[in-house]
């Protein structure tokens, strides 16, 4: 199985949106509402931010939105902070028990 | 509140085997609500699933890894283990535990990792 594909770096402005997409294929992305995202700031452990597709944990920002077309799943975080400086990973069920993770995206706050 | 602990040698020399466990605190690792998992982060490189036991004894691995990767668990002691054989340094990385809810197949609470080299 191979990673899903996620762009190495994002940037914004503070109070602007960033998108983050996360491309795979029909055995895994397209194939599953299972998708979920991760913020992983440096030397830490990573975080659920998004689960099933669009669903946030409780204590997640409502600034951070997940959505999913055809293979390619999508992170907008809107009105970015300082805080959201971190890099951010997707994750996908890939049927049979089996898991598959993004690359990674290193998102800047200018 | 549920927390993970990861525990085990920093330094595994090559072709040995690498073995780690994982404490859960706060929580039973027999709730039948969760898979037991164990993810791994090379150096500045991105995550990759290991595998992941239910209470049971019911494992599930990497394809890329099966043939190397044994995930085991203790209920007695709250504790689940990874052993990973023939290693190379293309293993050294930062192992992560985490739980991962069966109800909405996610990984949601994690470890705070453990480096490890091999060499």
């Known amino acids: 199985q191979s990673a899903l594909t996620q762009p190495p770096s994002a940037s914004g402005s503070p109070g602007q949106s960033v998108t983050i997409s996360c491309t795979g294929t029909?055995?895994?992305?397209?194939?599953?509402?299972?998708v979920s995202w991760y913020q992983q700031h440096p030397g830490k452990a990573p975080k659920l931010m998004i689960y099933?597709?669009?669903k946030r944990p409780s204590g997640v920002p409502d600034r951070f939105a997940g959505s999913k077309s055809g293979n390619t799943a999508s992170l907008t975080v809107s009105g970015l902070q300082a805080e959201d400086e971190a890099d951010y990973y997707c994750s996908s069920y890939a049927g049979s028990n089996n898991f598959v993770f993004g690359t990674g995206t290193k998102v800047t706050v200018l | 509140q549920v927390q993970l602990q990861e525990s085990g040698p920093g330094l595994v020399k090559p072709s040995q085997t690498l073995s780690l466990t994982c404490t859960v605190s706060g929580g039973s690792i027999s709730s039948g609500s969760y898979y037991w998992s164990w993810i791994r982060q090379q150096p500045g490189k991105g995550l990759e699933w290991i595998g992941y036991i239910y209470y049971s004894g019911s494992t599930y691995y990497n394809p890329s890894l099966k043939t190397r990767v044994t995930i085991s668990v203790d209920t007695s002691k709250n504790q689940f283990s990874l052993k990973l054989s023939s290693v190379t340094a293309a293993d050294t990385a930062v192992y992560y535990c985490a739980r991962e809810a069966t109800a909405n197949i996610a990984f949601d609470i994690w470890g705070q990792g453990t480096m490890v080299t091999v060499s």
């Open positions: 099933e597709v669009s």
């Open positions: 029909s055995s895994d992305v397209g194939g599953y509402n299972y």
